[in-house]
């Protein structure tokens, strides 16, 4: 697993809420066969590693929002 990574996210123009990111990181780890668990409104736990959550500009995607998962 990654220290972070991004988590794939449609709707790149509208800021991601807390269900949206949720959502999408409960659809992601799907894809994967990983194990999640939420712990918090911006923490999750996948395969047993902490991660929190970010929501915000995705770094070189000229303004769309994105939603990452870094190592706590």
Known sequence: ???????PYENASV????EASKD???RYCGEN???YEFSGEDEVIIDGVS???YRGYETGSRGNY???CKEK
């Not at 800021?15 to 807390?18: A, E, G, I, K, V």
């Open 1 to 7: 697993m990654k220290k972070s990574f991004w988590v």
């Open 15 to 18: 800021y991601p809420t807390d």
């Open 24 to 26: 999408a990181i409960a």
């Open 33 to 35: 066969n990983w194990q």
């Open 51 to 53: 991660y929190e959550i």
């Open 66 to 68: 994105g939603i990452k």
